[in-house]
């Protein structure tokens, strides 16, 4: 009885206890707890390079990090040219050839990579030894070889293509310049011709003009001693040669007067990718960069609980994620809000990232929301703490942004002391709706007219990936659209050669993942088609359709083809279906005339029976079809035709381009042959 009459009575205070808390406030954060920050050593060189030592002991592993401090360069007509004398470093040395240094590298299981500000290399520490050797020869004796200048061009123009058509590289290219101006190396972007004009003594004299022990910094982190540390560095970098490095004063970039509203199209999208930024002068180490940073948090630094989240995402359902980021930089930073959300809402979202922006400037944030945000960074600061790089990375910002001694040990206070007044006058100072970069990404056609809403003089700007102007499409009034399907079949060869052709087969190839394929097309009149795919010479993939009936054969098995798959093949089984757009229930809207990369084109919405719609190019001044982009189950497909050549005097395409995704493939047409008798039963299935 005593036991129930115990725990009753402590229920009974409990319960009066918490009915005398007050809920309705957060209770007091409490100090920003103690950290105890790792401690690290530095010592110099004779020849200026600054090293700095983090031993640990709990694995035996050893990184050594070299650092570059200098200038931006501006590379002006040959963009690229230093990223590349960067990344080439490790691609040969005047005592070892790629192959050498990637099978030594591979052999003790290290890592090696370089860039255009240093370089970095981790392995166990028995073959630290072995590992220096090598690094230290790539630092001091690239030798660049063509045959892998070459091979690295050629990789980043494809990669070039494929970025045509996405929309976060076009954004951010266009931000790139409007943000910083073309003439500033911050500016600048890397073209198909700014590669072109690279050589390898562009890259040799970057690498002896800025590889200079007296602008370097080298960090070495794990099972190491001082004494060791000193003797090694010693050893395999005492030797490099200190020379004057070149110092570089850029102007400022300029803002704009009123905010500058863009647009890019990009064919096919049902999604705009929209930003809003602009440059901010903030250096790491700022007196408020803390504050700022928190600031940027609670408007959309990553977290579940920032309002851009909030808002675009939990509230409005707009898209699947809103961020912003608040960049420092010793030269100039940079602010940016953005997200991915449908065409029918690109200017309700930006309105709405407008509006969190301003609300910052105007409204003090709540206690509560401000709490939940820098506890989030309390905790990932010290998180990171775990991490021995983490102590090298303090260690060498302080020594490069000349930052007090205890800005890493004070951070935790620093975050904790932050206050809603605080995120209010960061907001004031350091976000610029009115001055900012408003861009959407998407159709241009759908977008523009929304779009004028976010400036006073409401002035839209169109850019394409290389930020060059683009004129909006041109209204044509002497043409129609069967007009220009007329002047193609004129510009293929003519009806009656057309109808002329009973088979067709095309030989082409193309290169994937470094794998070349295959691929043999056959046609035959009215409708028939056979797609082969062949790697090897041996089959990988069919597509085949007889007129009525059709499949697929893949590595995944067979599949018989129905439905809307059916339709779509049945139509691009036609030979030459331009001819029959009058009589097949083919709808066709000329929608004026646009400009491409290769010039100015027709552009007409093409709806075809099935109900699938085309959106297709023609070249004004050859009739020719140069475009094609079609949006279906595999997403949107950009097909670029070029270099037409006559057989059988019909024009045929012997060059082609198809952007999916992110894959671009360059298809060449080896070989096409017309009529040369095909029998139906190649296209029994």
């Excluded at 010693?234 to 803002?255: C, D, E, I, M, R």
């Excluded at 775990?386 to 303090?394: C, G, M, N, V």
């Excluded at 302080?398 to 904790?416: G, N, S």
């Excluded at 007409?604 to 719609?613: A, C, Q, T």
């Amino acid at each position: 009885m005593k036991r129930i009459l115990s725990i009753i009575l402590v229920a009974f205070i409990a319960g009066n206890l918490f009915a005398q808390l007050d809920r309705s406030t957060p209770p007091p954060a409490g100090p920003a707890p103690t950290i105890n920050i790792g401690e690290y050593k530095k010592f110099k060189l004779k020849n200026g390079l600054q090293v700095f030592v983090v031993e640990d002991h709990k694995l035996p592993f050893v990184a050594y990090s070299l650092n570059l401090e200098t200038d931006p360069v501006l590379q002006g007509e040959a963009a690229g040219y230093v990223s590349l004398a960067g990344s080439l470093m490790r691609s040969g040395t005047s005592a070892r050839s790629k192959a050498q240094i990637d099978d030594a590298i591979d052999f003790i299981g290290a890592t090696l990579s370089t860039s255009s500000q240093g370089v970095y290399a981790r392995s166990l520490k028995k073959h630290s030894e072995t590992l220096l050797q090598i690094m230290s020869d790539v630092v001091m004796n690239p030798s660049y070889p063509q045959d892998e200048l070459e091979k690295s061009v050629r990789q980043w123009v494809s990669g070039i293509q494929a970025e045509k058509n996405d929309p976060n590289a076009i954004a951010n290219n266009i931000a790139t310049v409007l943000r910083n101006g073309a003439n500033d190396p911050y500016g600048e972007i890397v073209t198909e011709e700014t590669l072109e004009r690279i050589n390898a003594d562009m890259l040799k004299n970057f690498h002896s003009t800025y590889f200079r022990p007296n602008v370097a910094y080298l960090v070495i982190v794990g099972d190491i001693s001082m004494k060791e540390a000193k003797a090694q560095a010693n050893k395999y970098f005492g030797k490099w040669k200190k020379a004057p490095v070149p110092t570089h004063n850029y102007q400022l970039p300029a803002s704009f007067e009123e905010p500058k509203v863009v647009i890019a199209n990009r064919d096919g999208a049902n999604q705009s990718t929209i930003q809003v930024t602009h440059a901010v002068v903030l250096t790491p180490g700022d007196a408020d960069a803390i504050k700022a940073s928190v600031m940027n948090q609670v408007l959309g630094g990553g977290s579940f609980n920032a309002r851009l989240f909030q808002n675009l995402r939990e509230e409005k359902g707009y898209t699947y994620g809103a961020y912003s980021s608040l960049r420092t930089d010793k030269r100039i930073g940079s602010f940016s809000a953005s997200a991915s959300v449908r065409t029918s809402v690109t200017d309700s979202a930006l309105h709405e990232v407008l509006h969190e922006m301003t609300r910052l400037q105007t409204e003090l944030v709540s206690d509560e929301d401000l709490e939940l945000v820098k506890n989030m960074m309390m905790g990932s600061f010290s998180r990171s703490l775990e991490d021995p790089q983490t102590i090298a990375r303090f260690a060498l910002n302080i020594e490069r942004y000349k930052l007090p001694a205890d800005y890493y040990k004070t951070y935790l206070e620093k975050v904790a002391a932050v206050t809603p007044q605080d995120v209010m006058d960061m907001a004031n100072k350091y976000l610029r709706p009115e001055n900012a970069i408003i861009m959407a990404v998407g159709e241009a056609d759908k977008i523009r007219e929304v779009m004028k809403a976010f400036c006073p003089s409401g002035t839209v700007t169109q850019y394409d990936y290389y930020v060059n102007k683009v004129a909006p499409p041109r209204n044509v009034s002497n043409l129609s659209a069967q007009d220009v399907i007329e002047n193609y079949i004129d510009a293929l060869g003519g009806r009656n050669a057309l109808k002329n052709v009973k088979d067709m087969t095309m030989n082409a190839s193309t290169s994937m993942q470094g794998m070349t394929f295959k691929i043999v097309t056959r046609q035959k009149a009215p409708n028939k088609i056979l797609v082969e795919t062949l790697m090897g010479g041996n089959p990988i993939s069919m597509q085949v359709f007889d007129g009525t009936s059709g499949k697929i054969v893949s590595p995944m098995g067979e599949q018989k083809l129905e439905g809307d798959l059916l339709k779509e093949i049945a139509e691009a089984a036609v030979l030459f279906p331009e001819l029959y757009y009058t009589t097949d229930g083919t709808s066709l809207e000329l929608q004026g005339i646009d400009n491409l990369e290769s010039g100015e084109a027709y552009k007409l919405l093409v709806k075809r029976p099935s109900g699938k719609e085309t959106t297709v190019y023609f070249d004004v001044e050859s009739g020719l079809k140069v475009r094609e982009v079609n949006t279906g189950m595999q997403g949107t497909v950009i097909s670029s035709y070029k270099n037409y050549k006559k057989v059988s005097g019909i024009n045929f395409p012997t060059a082609m381009t198809q952007l999916v995704g992110p894959q671009n493939l360059e298809i060449i047409v080896e070989s096409t042959e017309v009529n040369s008798g095909i029998a139906d039963d190649v296209f029994v299935n």
